[in-house]
Nanobody
Framework: QLQLVESGGGLVQPGGSLRLSCAAS????????VAWFRQAPGKEREGVSG????????NYADSVNGRFTISRDNAKNTVYLQMNSLRPEDTAVYYC????????????????WGQGTQVTVSS
């Protein structure tokens, strides 16, 4: 069973950047696709970006496409989310999650979740 731990959240001004990390342990990381989801107060959890097990395929929500970049280092058992040009509407708790299926941004596909990291974009 895979355990996931997010880090890298914090407070940043609009237009700034953050890099989130999702560190995995407990199973063969290279078998799993990983995605980032986020949940803002009072809103449903939504998909942000996903990456396939090998890293050869990625996808992004329209709201972050061109600003966020997902990557992974299977030797380090870590997935990253580089977030640039951050906006106040990006404020949310960000979660990483894993699946043995495709890296599509549907919550029901994912069966292992981290505890989340807070990202706040504010001046």
């Amino acid at each position: 069973q895979l355990q996931l731990v997010e880090s890298g959240g914090g407070l940043v001004q609009p237009g700034g950047s953050l890099r989130l990390s999702c560190a995995a342990s407990g199973s063969t990381f290279g078998f799993y696709a990983v995605a980032w989801f986020r949940q803002a107060p009072g809103k449903e959890r939504e998909g942000v970006s996903g990456i396939s097990a090998t890293g050869g395929s990625t996808n992004y929500a329209d709201s972050v496409n061109g600003r966020f970049t997902i990557s992974r280092d299977n030797a380090k058992n870590t997935v990253y989310l580089q977030m640039n040009s951050l906006r106040p509407e990006d404020t949310a708790v960000y979660y990483c999650a894993s699946t043995r299926g495709p890296a599509l941004l549907y919550l029901y596909l994912y069966d292992h979740w981290g505890q989340g990291t807070q990202v706040t974009v504010s001046s």
